[in-house]
């Protein structure tokens, strides 16, 4: 079941909200908690609970969206869990970079575009259970490929770079991508596959990870790179080449 976390100090948007999501064909796969404050959602998470999405007002009590942000990337190191932001007011959009949303959605909510994100995210997190089997040590060891961060080739020698740590395995480059979702994993080289998942900075000729790392896109890969993330996640490099920043379409509506 998709784990949803509905979180608005105005009440008639989480009834929205709820009222939507379970109306919808969706309702059949979801699992919806509502939240009044951001304090309430903190302790929560902060107490062990997980959700695959978080649908987050902004302008909330002592804890507000973009802190609840903070809190799921930067303290519990969660990146799978996907964020979409909520506000009557657009300009909030470029503060919401760190946290790596699914989207921004400005009130009053687009009902049928509030379903097409939940649609999305359902569909990133199912690739994420996939399961990918390795030789580290001669030994096969299986991990799920959303704990990938991204995957490196150099000098024969395989490194997957996860959550967890660092795995040198024996198999090539090419037969793990064969056993990788395309929904989750994008090739920017010969010798790097990464999880967009952990994409936070995308720019012309190298992406930036959540932490910090920074992988080179080979020319070669340029244009199918930024047509895939672009596909991803509606945020696109700005005039400058300086990282994402949202679609005019998407936050001025």
Known sequence: MFQIAVCDDIPEIVRQVCSVLEGSALSGQ???EDYSSGAALAQQL????RYDLLILDIELDEVDGVSIGH???DELRDSAAQILYISGRQQYAMALFDTRPLNFLLKPLDEAKLLDC???AIRLARPGEALLTVLVNRSPQT???RSVRYIESYHKRVTLHTVQGELVCR??????ARQLPDALFVRIHQSFLVNILYVSRVQYDRLTLDDGTQLSVSQSYRRAVRSRMM????????????GFRPLADEVGR
């Open 30 to 32: 979801i699992h919806i």
């Open 143 to 145: 991990l799920t490929a």
């Open 118 to 120: 939940v649609a999305q």
């Open 231 to 242: 596909k991803a996640a509606p945020w696109q490099d700005g005039p400058e080449g300086d």
């Open 46 to 49: 902060r107490a062990g609970a």
């Open 71 to 73: 809190l799921l990337r």
């Open 171 to 176: 198999d090539k480059l090419e037969s793990l």
